[in-house]
């Protein structure tokens, strides 16, 4: 006897689909009006003066079997939300929501085609690309004692690493606006974020009132590809040491996530040496 397997109303059709999505934003939407949540609203041109982390990255990728043109919009998108993020002050109390401060991504707003993955395929959408600027938020906010209300993974095996691997320097998925990127204010001070783009590079930086007594670092253990059937997966356990800034003692460690993340590129880039046989995919 064989098991057939049923499936939900969003994969019937495109149609099916995309009203599927429309309800999971109007949800959203009557969500957020219902909160208590007090959301980061102020931009300040200035700075504060203590810089908690900061990082950058890469906006465009090249290589062998990536759109130049999509590379290129995203680039675009991502500058577009920088400059609503740019120098927002997130009080303490305050939660950051990443959509209620870029608002929706439209043409009207200049917003093209980059890459999304929909139902774990990578293909052309509008405002495609803004997960890398989720990725570098998030990379911050684990430098930091700011607490991470809500986050969604996928996969951080979109293209090949080139040089020392960084943790989190993908993996964070953002979908207006049902699918958020959240942190919590949970200190005594006021924080600021500094996005932008320059020379090809996206740029950010944590910044707050005065340092703070602990300083984080993250740490990727047991990383390796594993075969699962006909695919492949990273696989990984990614944890942050929790350090006292004035003893240099780690005072602990804490595992952030048990990464699983499906390979979406080449395998034949894959490092032979890093390949370990899984379970079978059921």
């Given at each position: 006897?064989?098991?057939?397997?049923?499936f939900?109303?969003?994969?019937l059709?495109?149609?099916?689909?995309?009203?599927?999505?429309?309800?999971?934003?109007?949800?959203?939407?009557?969500k957020?009006?219902?909160?208590?949540?007090?959301?980061?609203?102020?931009?300040r041109?200035d700075?504060?003066?203590?810089?908690?982390t900061?990082?950058?990255?890469?906006?465009?990728?090249r290589?062998p079997?990536?759109d130049?043109?999509?590379?290129?919009?995203?680039?675009?998108n991502?500058?577009?939300a920088?400059?609503?993020?740019?120098?927002?002050?997130?009080?303490?109390g305050?939660?950051?929501?990443?959509?209620?401060?870029v608002?929706?991504t439209?043409?009207a707003?200049?917003?093209?085609?980059?890459?999304?993955?929909?139902k774990?395929?990578?293909?052309?959408?509008?405002?495609?690309?803004?997960?890398?600027?989720?990725?570098?938020i998030?990379y911050?906010?684990?430098?930091?004692?700011?607490?991470?209300?809500?986050?969604?993974?996928?996969?951080?095996?979109?293209?090949?690493?080139?040089?020392k691997?960084?943790?989190?320097?993908?993996g964070?998925?953002?979908?207006?606006?049902?699918?958020?990127?959240r942190?919590?204010n949970d200190?005594?001070?006021?924080?600021?974020?500094?996005?932008?783009?320059?020379?090809?590079?996206?740029y950010?930086?944590?910044?707050?009132?005065?340092?703070?007594?602990?300083r984080?670092?993250?740490?990727?253990?047991?990383?390796?590809?594993?075969?699962?059937g006909?695919?492949?997966?990273?696989?990984?356990?990614?944890?942050?040491?929790?350090?006292?800034r004035?003893?240099?003692?780690?005072?602990r460690?804490?595992?952030?996530?048990n990464?699983?993340?499906?390979?979406?590129?080449?395998?034949?880039?894959?490092?032979?040496e890093?390949?370990?046989?899984?379970?079978?995919?059921?």
């Open positions: 006897m064989f098991w057939k397997r049923k939900l109303f969003c994969e059709s495109p149609t099916c689909y995309a009203i599927s999505l429309q309800k999971e934003i109007c949800k959203r939407h009557i957020n009006f219902l909160s208590k949540e007090k959301f980061a609203k102020e931009i041109g700075n504060l003066p203590n810089v908690v900061d990082y950058n990255c890469g906006l465009i990728k290589g079997g990536i130049p043109v999509l590379q290129e919009n995203k680039a675009v991502i500058e577009l920088c400059a609503k993020l740019n120098g927002l002050i997130i009080h303490p305050e939660v950051f929501s990443f959509w209620l401060t608002g929706k439209t043409k707003k200049g917003y093209k085609d980059g890459r999304v993955i929909i774990g395929r990578l293909i052309p959408g509008l405002g495609g690309g803004l997960c890398n600027l989720g990725n570098t998030h911050m906010i684990l430098h930091s004692p700011l607490t991470v209300v809500e986050f969604h993974h996928h996969s951080d095996a979109l293209a090949p690493d080139h040089g691997r960084v943790p989190f320097s993908s964070t998925s953002i979908s207006y606006n049902y699918i958020d990127y942190f919590r200190t005594q001070q006021d924080v600021q974020l500094k996005l932008w783009c320059a020379d090809e590079r996206l950010g930086e944590l910044r707050s009132e005065r340092e703070f007594p602990w984080y670092e993250l740490v990727e253990e047991e990383h390796r590809f594993q075969r699962e006909e695919k492949f997966y990273r696989v990984s356990k990614i944890y942050r040491n929790v350090i006292e004035a003893t240099d003692k780690i005072l460690k804490e595992l952030i996530l990464n699983h993340s499906e390979v979406m590129y080449d395998y034949d880039l894959i490092p032979a890093l390949i370990h046989e899984g379970a079978m995919a059921l």
